[in-house]
């Protein structure tokens, strides 16, 4: 199971880090991703790490504020999200992979079967 926590309410230009904590393990084998999804709209890849990658891929939209990283020792990977702007207001969904997913398939959400809950990111104008 997935736990995504640490949404909330923001300002723009403001920070929140979201975090998706894992039963079980973690570990370099699985390929992790941070998805969202805005009301009426399809759920988007925003960030991903293939597992072995050599590092992450982000979905232009948020290239230079967000931050996607794992820590495998505490079963937990994290999004950091910086200079949030209204159109990042969405749910937030973390998902794993057991394995390596292509690299064109990093950011679909047809690539994975293991999801979090959800966490609501509200940003105000």
């Known amino acids: 199971q997935l736990q995504a926590s640490g949404g909330g309410l923001v300002q723009t230009g403001g920070s929140l880090r979201l975090s998706c904590a894992a039963s079980?393990?973690?570990?370099?084998?699985?390929?992790v991703a941070w998805f969202r999804q805005a009301p009426g709209e399809e759920r988007e890849g925003v960030s991903c790490?293939?597992?072995?990658?050599?590092?992450?891929t982000y979905a232009d939209s948020v290239k230079g504020r967000f931050t996607i990283s794992r820590d495998n020792a505490k079963n937990t990977m994290f999004l950091q999200m910086n200079s949030l702007k209204p159109e990042d207001t969405a749910v937030y969904y973390c998902?794993?992979?057991?394995?390596?997913?292509?690299?064109?398939?990093?950011?679909?959400?047809?690539?994975?079967?293991?999801w979090g809950q959800g966490t609501q990111v509200t940003v105000s104008s």
């Open positions: 998902a794993v992979h057991l394995n390596r997913v292509l690299p064109y398939m990093c950011l679909d959400p047809s690539s994975y079967v293991y």
């Open positions: 079980g393990f973690l570990s370099d084998y699985h390929s």
């Open positions: 790490i293939r597992s072995f990658s050599n590092g992450p």
